[in-house]
């Protein structure tokens, strides 16, 4: 059959031109269509109408079998079966616009230098703008942005090395070979598409250029068009010649001029609008489904929409809501089903890759399903453990570093963990594509991970073998990140019914459907119209560039062959949407919208934004408009609060239950049993305050160190999921030094002592050996480091040999106070406690412990404690002050004495005849016994505590779970907050003897 002239028809309203244009054209092709050779096509925007076209032939009884209904993403791919021209995707164009520059990164021209930095860290603005001047038809020189030209130059050298096209130039040239070639497709119906589908216009011409009967039909503007909406009918009457249009519908007149109900009195019913405020997403969404319910319960409810500014958390809060409520729905956003490449050990790997560092590291260790695949001899806490200790030591965070440390360690241990690290794969810094795809082929090989080669190689094919251009690494982990996309759409059973009453749809795809009703959802500041996305230069220069643009579009467009006032756009051109343009034709969708729901409409918002719940979230302006426009008042904050608690009472609304209240099951009766236990002050610590049961047999008596005891008196939860559950959180290395400089310190200034065989105390040395034995051991730490650097051609940094001179210098210091100190003749350092069983403090008063004295001084050789006078030093690299006996018991309580006092009462049990203690710091000035034993020992009590705690599990808890101010341990992220008063009323009644005797602000 030979191809005949396109009909174009003009229709006030596509809604209202079922009757006289859309249904006949199906009553003329469905007949013959499964018969024909060439396939027939409906052309639609989207799914959403594809899906409403269905439903009213399927209403009118009428089947579509053999007919396509395509939108423009599946015609392009239509399309492409018989295009031999290679279409980049959009990830090679984005890798391939960055790479081009940073090769302009060092230009001496500072704008262009500028220029190509931006580009290379965020391509896609450039690269967008780029693709809608090709589907226009102009170049990018024309825009006179000279700091980007060189970047745009280079970049479409290296497209014609790719033998690469934009997607606008392949749309043009198949509209061209479309002109010439032969047809494709019998009937092509193409509808619904207006000025805001500019960028497909060369697409659907070329759909209708290869149809034999081609019908376009487009929908006359509204009062609020613009002048891209008539050259977009302009320019398809160029095309198709002068469209044929359809007069308005107009209601029938009879003998009156008035209608049954004005007659009678009345006024016709006008649509209802409600709006909802939802504290937050759940609640919100709760009350979008209880707003459903109420419209389907209305008989004139034929079509519902549920309109959402995106795919997101509320939609799929929403659909969830709707399948519990048994509610058959068609969700048309669903939700991201992950694939292989959005697993967690994959972008672990990915993260390692772009940054090989033990945290890095760390994530992608646990994200392993199979540990085993890096060292089957190391498990996955003891290779942690091994690297964390590793780092402690030398404070740099690199793998390569890292490695070679362990490496040159004895421990057998450590030398695994150094021969699996060696044999991981990395990247290079630099290379190819096809070098870095080689190397990433490899390292997956290595993992196992066959999945994830076979579907990198299926979509980078050959091209990469025709780019021989180097790059760095992070280009090309952000184009494999991009690539190497499998996640899917999925909807649950209840929402896979797309011809069902109520419809989860976008506000593009609602365009130019009938719905009764429609709730607006989610419809917050920046939600509708969307926000303009990131651009690709600075704010006067995209000033430029749309005044430019304004410009291209007013040479783009001219006079139709129709005469005066017919203007469409010139051969091989179309419009550019710039963001003026983009949100005028948002706000028309949304007032079209509006305008198409006959009997109800809601406005739904949050009050609070989920990642700043502190602060409100104001509506967007379409919704405060409206709300302005039909309850003739402002939407103030105390109106949103007043909304949001009128929402709340409609969720609980009992006329809209739509299923019998359920008697609360076991587990949630026993979490209401917990949940008035740990509130209740009455009481001591139970077994839901971090305690074992007391009339349980299971008494394990974890041995517990020093440092776990002085946080017994601080943060007893915390120890208690560390001794008796094994759960604990990982260190925060976000600021290591401060450790490091403490263990650096305290290891250095053991070294002043030097015991020898079968002695337990040594001679105290001169302040001249002291110093030069802390310079020799802090000099070692640094040459070590130095050495392993040397290795890796790597320099020790600055800030690391500061902070080292910083820790060698406390080092010094606190040894020279310890040369200052008289009358003692004998010293031991960090001498060993609890290692030989329990250690007696008191009659009757044992722990289980271990902890290590850090100095101990004497004034006789003895190898044993045995009627001794000893005075016991305890390191302090902070500014801890020295102790008072005046407030010895809230000392021990807030555990800053506790340790010392523990090692005190410890030696006195081992036969020390008289024993002081001091804590040695910066700040204290006076070197010299601070507390003897004669002071502790009216404080047993305090140790005996802590003893029962240990014997029987009972702990409680103490301080706040997330403080405002201040450092505190983190608990689990479902720990609830208890009021402080209620567990300092708690830890009275269960650990009486570790409670303050003075308040805090008695000591200030």
Same mark, same amino acid.
């Given at each position: 059959?030979?191809?005949?002239?396109?009909?174009?028809?003009?229709?006030?309203?596509?809604?209202?031109?079922?009757?006289?244009?859309?249904? !006949?054209?199906?009553?003329?092709?469905?007949?013959?269509?499964?018969?024909?050779?060439?396939?027939?096509?409906?052309?639609?925007?989207?799914?959403?109408?594809?899906?409403?076209?269905?439903?009213?032939?399927?209403?009118?009884?009428?089947?579509?079998?053999?007919?396509?209904?395509?939108?423009?993403?599946?015609?392009?791919?239509?399309?492409?079966?018989?295009?031999?021209?290679?279409?980049?995707?959009?990830?090679?164009?984005?890798?391939?616009?960055?790479?081009?520059?940073?090769?302009?990164?060092?230009?001496?021209?500072?704008?262009?230098?500028?220029?190509?930095?931006?580009?290379?860290?965020?391509?896609?603005?450039?690269?967008?703008?780029?693709?809608?001047?090709?589907?226009?038809?102009?170049?990018?020189?024309?825009?006179?942005?000279?700091?980007?030209?060189?970047?745009?130059?280079?970049?479409?050298?290296?497209?014609?090395?790719?033998?690469?096209?934009?997607?606008?130039?392949?749309?043009?040239?198949?509209?061209?070979?479309?002109?010439?070639?032969?047809?494709?497709?019998?009937?092509?119906?193409?509808?619904?598409?207006?000025?805001?589908?500019?960028?497909?216009?060369?697409?659907?011409?070329?759909?209708?250029?290869?149809?034999?009967?081609?019908?376009?039909?487009?929908?006359?503007?509204?009062?609020?068009?613009?002048?891209?909406?008539?050259?977009?009918?302009?320019?398809?009457?160029?095309?198709?010649?002068?469209?044929?249009?359809?007069?308005?519908?107009?209601?029938?007149?009879?003998?009156?001029?008035?209608?049954?109900?004005?007659?009678?009195?009345?006024?016709?019913?006008?649509?209802?609008?409600?709006?909802?405020?939802?504290?937050?997403?759940?609640?919100?969404?709760?009350?979008?489904?209880?707003?459903?319910?109420?419209?389907?319960?209305?008989?004139?409810?034929?079509?519902?929409?549920?309109?959402?500014?995106?795919?997101?958390?509320?939609?799929?809060?929403?659909?969830?809501?709707?399948?519990?409520?048994?509610?058959?729905?068609?969700?048309?956003?669903?939700?991201?089903? !992950?694939?292989?490449?959005?697993?967690?050990?994959?972008?672990?790997?990915?993260?390692?890759?772009?940054?090989?560092?033990?945290?890095?590291?760390?994530?992608?260790?646990?994200?392993?399903?199979?540990?085993?695949?890096?060292?089957?001899?190391?498990?996955?806490?003891?290779?942690?453990?091994?690297?964390?200790?590793?780092?402690?030591?030398?404070?740099?965070?690199?793998?390569?570093?890292?490695?070679?440390?362990?490496?040159?360690?004895?421990?057998?241990?450590?030398?695994?963990?150094?021969?699996?690290?060696?044999?991981?794969?990395?990247?290079?810094?630099?290379?190819?594509?096809?070098?870095?795809?080689?190397?990433?082929?490899?390292?997956?090989?290595?993992?196992?991970?066959?999945?994830?080669?076979?579907?990198?190689?299926?979509?980078?094919?050959?091209?990469?073998?025709?780019?021989?251009?180097?790059?760095?690494?992070?280009?090309?982990?952000?184009?494999?990140?991009?690539?190497?996309?499998?996640?899917?759409?999925?909807?649950?059973?209840?929402?896979?019914?797309?011809?069902?009453?109520?419809? =989860?749809?976008?506000?593009?795809?609602?365009?130019?459907?009938?719905?009764?009703?429609?709730?607006?959802?989610?419809?917050?500041?920046?939600?509708?119209?969307? !926000?303009?996305?990131?651009?690709?230069?600075?704010?006067?220069?995209?000033?430029?560039?749309?005044?430019?643009?304004?410009?291209?579009?007013?040479?783009?467009?001219?006079?139709?062959?129709?005469?005066?006032?017919?203007?469409?756009?010139?051969?091989?051109?179309?419009?550019?949407?710039? !963001?003026?343009?983009?949100?005028?034709?948002?706000?028309?969708?949304?007032?079209?919208?509006?305008?198409?729901?006959?009997?109800?409409?809601?406005?739904?918002?949050?009050?609070?934004?989920?990642?700043?719940?502190?602060?409100?979230?104001?509506?967007?302006?379409?919704?405060?408009?409206?709300?302005?426009?039909?309850?003739?008042?402002?939407?103030?904050?105390?109106?949103?609060?007043?909304?949001?608690?009128?929402?709340?009472?409609?969720?609980?609304?009992?006329?809209?239950?739509?299923?019998?209240?359920?008697?609360?099951?076991?587990?949630?009766?026993?979490?209401?049993?917990?949940?008035?236990?740990?509130?209740?002050?009455?009481?001591?610590?139970?077994?839901?305050?971090?305690?074992?049961?007391?009339?349980?047999?299971?008494?394990?008596?974890?041995?517990?160190?020093?440092?776990?005891?002085?946080?017994?008196? @601080?943060?007893?939860?915390?120890?208690?999921?560390?001794?008796?559950?094994?759960?604990?959180?990982?260190?925060?290395?976000?600021?290591?030094?401060?450790?490091?400089?403490?263990?650096?310190?305290?290891?250095?200034?053991?070294?002043?002592?030097?015991?020898?065989?079968?002695? =337990?105390?040594?001679?105290?040395?001169? @302040?001249?050996?002291?110093?030069?034995?802390?310079?020799?051991?802090?000099?070692?730490?640094?040459?070590?480091?130095?050495?392993?650097?040397?290795?890796?051609?790597?320099?020790?940094?600055?800030?690391?040999?500061?902070?080292?001179?910083?820790?060698?210098?406390?080092?010094?210091?606190?040894?020279?106070?310890?040369?200052?100190?008289?009358?003692?003749?004998?010293?031991?350092?960090?001498?060993?406690?609890?290692?030989?069983?329990?250690?007696?403090?008191?009659?009757?008063?044992?722990?289980?412990?271990?902890?290590?004295?850090?100095?101990?001084?004497?004034?006789?050789?003895?190898?044993?404690?045995?009627?001794?006078?000893?005075?016991?030093?305890?390191?302090?690299?902070?500014?801890?002050?020295?102790?008072?006996?005046?407030?010895?018991?809230?000392?021990?309580?807030?555990?800053?004495?506790?340790?010392?006092?523990?090692?005190?009462?410890?030696?006195?049990?081992?036969?020390?005849?008289?024993?002081?203690? @001091?804590?040695?710091?910066?700040?204290?000035?006076?070197?010299?016994?601070?507390?003897?034993?004669?002071?502790?020992?009216?404080?047993?009590?305090?140790?005996?505590?802590?003893?029962?705690?240990?014997?029987?599990?009972?702990?409680?808890?103490?301080?706040?779970?997330?403080?405002?101010?201040?450092?505190?341990?983190?608990?689990?992220?479902?720990?609830?907050?208890?009021?402080?008063?209620?567990?300092?009323?708690?830890?009275?009644?269960?650990?009486?003897?570790?409670?303050?005797?003075?308040?805090?602000?008695?000591?200030?």
């Amino acid at each position: 059959m030979e191809q005949s002239r396109p009909v174009l028809l003009v229709v006030p309203s596509l809604r209202e031109a079922w009757d006289d244009v859309i249904a !006949p054209w199906f009553d003329q092709v469905l007949p013959e269509t499964w018969k024909r050779a060439l396939p027939s096509l409906v052309v639609v925007p989207t799914r959403g109408q594809a899906n409403d076209l269905k439903a009213r032939l399927i209403a009118k009884g009428s089947s579509h079998l053999g007919l396509h209904f395509v939108t423009p993403a599946s015609l392009g791919a239509l399309l492409a079966r018989d295009d031999a021209t290679l279409r980049a995707k959009p990830e090679h164009l984005r890798l391939l616009l960055a790479i081009a520059a940073s090769k302009m990164e060092d230009r001496p021209n500072e704008p262009e230098a500028l220029a190509a930095k931006a580009v290379a860290r965020a391509p896609a603005p450039l690269l967008r703008a780029l693709d809608r001047l090709e589907t226009a038809g102009w170049k990018f020189e024309e825009l006179a942005l000279p700091s980007f030209a060189p970047i745009v130059q280079h970049f479409n050298e290296l497209l014609k090395k790719c033998h690469f096209v934009l997607p606008g130039e392949t749309d043009r040239r198949r509209l061209q070979q479309a002109m010439r070639g032969e047809r494709k497709f019998s009937h092509v119906l193409v509808i619904g598409f207006d000025g805001a589908h500019w960028p497909q216009w060369f697409l659907l011409r070329t759909a209708v250029e290869l149809a034999e009967r081609a019908t376009v039909v487009l929908e006359e503007p509204g009062g609020n068009f613009s002048d891209v909406d008539l050259c977009w009918i302009g320019s398809w009457e160029e095309v198709c010649g002068e469209a044929q249009r359809t007069p308005k519908s107009v209601q029938a007149l009879g003998d009156s001029f008035f209608s049954e109900t004005e007659m009678r009195g009345g006024t016709e019913a006008a649509k209802h609008f409600d709006f909802l405020v939802g504290t937050n997403l759940s609640e919100q969404s709760e009350a979008i489904a209880q707003q459903c319910v109420r419209y389907l319960m209305d008989e004139k409810c034929t079509r519902l929409g549920v309109i959402f500014p995106s795919c997101g958390a509320l939609s799929r809060l929403v659909a969830d809501s709707l399948a519990r409520l048994d509610i058959p729905h068609n969700d048309g956003l669903g939700h991201i089903v !992950p694939g292989i490449f959005e697993s967690v050990e994959w972008q672990a790997w990915l993260e390692l890759q772009r940054a090989p560092r033990l945290n890095s590291f760390l994530r992608f260790l646990n994200a392993l399903s199979n540990p085993a695949v890096l060292s089957p001899t190391l498990s996955r806490s003891a290779f942690e453990k091994i690297l964390r200790e590793s780092y402690s030591e030398v404070l740099l965070d690199d793998l390569e570093i890292l490695r070679e440390f362990c490496a040159a360690r004895t421990d057998k241990k450590f030398q695994s963990a150094a021969e699996a690290l060696r044999a991981l794969p990395f990247l290079p810094p630099l290379g190819t594509l096809a070098q870095f795809l080689e190397q990433t082929h490899a390292a997956l090989a290595y993992l196992g991970w066959k999945q994830h080669a076979l579907e990198i190689a299926s979509v980078t094919r050959d091209w990469p073998q025709r780019f021989d251009t180097e790059f760095p690494r992070a280009f090309f982990l952000r184009w494999l990140e991009e690539t190497a996309a499998t996640f899917g759409a999925a909807r649950s059973a209840a929402g896979d019914h797309a011809y069902a009453r109520v419809q =989860l749809l976008t506000v593009t795809q609602t365009q130019n459907q009938d719905c009764s009703h429609l709730i607006f959802a989610g419809w917050n500041e920046s939600a509708w119209p969307p !926000p303009t996305g990131a651009e690709f230069a600075r704010a006067e220069e995209i000033h430029v560039f749309n005044r430019n643009v304004q410009q291209l579009n007013k040479r783009a467009a001219r006079q139709g062959s129709q005469g005066e006032g017919h203007t469409s756009v010139r051969e091989n051109h179309s419009l550019y949407l710039g !963001p003026s343009e983009q949100r005028a034709i948002a706000l028309r969708q949304f007032d079209a919208l509006l305008e198409s729901a006959s009997e109800g409409v809601t406005l739904a918002a949050s009050l609070v934004q989920e990642d700043a719940p502190e602060r409100l979230w104001n509506p967007s302006e379409c919704f405060t408009q409206l709300y302005l426009t039909t309850r003739r008042e402002p939407l103030t904050q105390a109106t949103l609060k007043h909304l949001q608690r009128a929402t709340a009472q409609f969720i609980n609304d009992p006329r809209l239950l739509t299923r019998e209240s359920e008697p609360p099951r076991t587990d949630v009766q026993q979490t209401l049993i917990a949940f008035n236990a740990r509130r209740d002050a009455s009481k001591p610590a139970s077994e839901y305050d971090f305690a074992l049961r007391t009339n349980q047999s299971y008494r394990p008596m974890p041995t517990l160190s020093v440092s776990d005891l002085e946080r017994m008196v @601080s943060s007893p939860a915390i120890v208690w999921m560390k001794r008796y559950l094994g759960v604990e959180a990982p260190d925060d290395t976000a600021n290591p030094w401060a450790t490091t400089s403490g263990k650096w310190v305290h290891r250095w200034l053991a070294s002043i002592s030097e015991t020898k065989d079968g002695k =337990l105390f040594a001679a105290f040395p001169s @302040s001249t050996i002291i110093d030069e034995r802390v310079r020799v051991s802090a000099d070692e730490r640094r040459a070590a480091l130095q050495q392993l650097c040397d290795s890796l051609g790597r320099v020790v940094p600055d800030w690391w040999n500061s902070g080292w001179l910083n820790a060698r210098f406390l080092a010094r210091h606190l040894g020279g106070k310890i040369a200052s100190a008289k009358g003692w003749t004998r010293m031991a350092t960090e001498l060993p406690i609890g290692r030989d069983g329990a250690v007696k403090i008191a009659d009757g008063v044992e722990l289980q412990l271990r902890g290590q004295i850090d100095l101990v001084l004497a004034q006789n050789d003895s190898s044993d404690f045995t009627g001794r006078k000893i005075w016991i030093v305890d390191y302090k690299t902070g500014s801890t002050k020295e102790l008072k006996s005046s407030d010895l018991h809230d000392s021990l309580v807030k555990g800053t004495a506790l340790q010392l006092g523990l090692y005190s009462l410890a030696t006195r049990e081992l036969g020390a005849a008289e024993v002081s203690a @001091s804590i040695l710091s910066l700040a204290v000035k006076h070197v010299g016994p601070q507390l003897s034993i004669v002071d502790l020992a009216p404080h047993t009590d305090v140790f005996a505590d802590l003893a029962e705690m240990q014997r029987t599990g009972i702990f409680g808890m103490k301080g706040e779970v997330r403080p405002a101010f201040g450092y505190s341990a983190p608990y689990p992220l479902a720990t609830l907050q208890i009021d402080n008063d209620i567990l300092e009323d708690k830890w009275a009644l269960t650990h009486p003897a570790l409670v303050l005797e003075k308040e805090e602000w008695e000591i200030w």
